[in-house]
């Protein structure tokens, strides 16, 4: 099982943003799938999750309306649609996967990619 998260750079307010994160070793479709996010200081929280097997989602109240979680299964590839990026959007950015995970938790994913930072700042 293996994530690669890539996307991330430095965008001024207001602007838009789209991490990817491909999945090899597995059929990302069949698993659940989050993206999460550790700003400097603080502990790292779900920003936004999709189940496996209904496909339901879940978005941390802060980026609700803002950011989306769009799945391309002939890709086996997660994005994270970000826009209206606010100055505290400002951290790196994992995405994670599981059989189940949910709820949309770090203990609820045991198979991590890489961070990728993402910078709002005018």
């Known amino acids: 099982v293996q994530l690669q998260a890539s996307g991330g750079g430095m965008v001024r307010p207001g602007g838009s943003l789209t991490l990817s994160c491909a999945a090899s070793g597995f059929t990302l479709d069949y698993y659940a799938v989050g993206w999460f996010r550790q700003a400097p200081g603080k502990e790292r929280e779900g920003v936004s999750c999709?189940?496996?097997?209904?496909?339901?989602?879940f978005y941390v109240d802060s980026v609700k309306g803002r950011f989306t979680i769009p799945k391309d299964n002939a890709k086996n590839t997660i994005y994270l649609q970000m826009n209206n990026l606010e100055p505290d959007d400002t951290a790196v950015y994992y995405c994670?996967?599981?059989?189940?995970?949910?709820?949309?938790?770090?203990?609820?994913?045991?198979?991590w990619g890489q961070g990728t930072q993402v910078t709002v700042s005018s």
């Open positions: 999709m189940m496996a097997s209904d496909d339901s989602t």
């Open positions: 994670a996967t599981d059989i189940i995970g949910w709820p949309c938790v770090v203990p609820k994913f045991a198979h």
